[in-house]
């Protein structure tokens, strides 16, 4: 039974302290928000996947205020999606 309509569910990954762009990952009612903070200025990418191996430009931005909020309201349900943030050059 999928209860994610019923609890709130929010995740957040940081690979290294106090370094690089930090994603918050949460169950919205029209999909879900991925909330981008990082570096003024900087570029980034937001990407997903169905399986950890294979991965899909989502969208990239640059950051001119932090965080940067984007709705996903594409992802299948109740699928399984992945998502990660990218530091571009």
Do not use: C
Request: proline residues 8%.
């Amino acid at each position: 039974m999928d209860l994610s309509d019923h609890y709130p569910l929010s995740v957040e990954f940081r690979l290294q302290a106090g370094e690089g762009p930090r994603l918050v990952i949460s169950r919205v009612a029209n999909g879900w928000q991925l909330s981008t903070t990082g570096d003024i200025g900087r570029s980034y990418e937001l990407q997903y996947s169905p399986d950890l191996n294979a991965w899909e430009k989502l969208v990239e931005f640059r950051l001119t205020s932090s965080p940067h909020l984007y709705i996903d309201s594409t992802s299948p349900s109740p699928s399984v999606r992945f998502y990660r943030v990218l530091l571009l050059p």
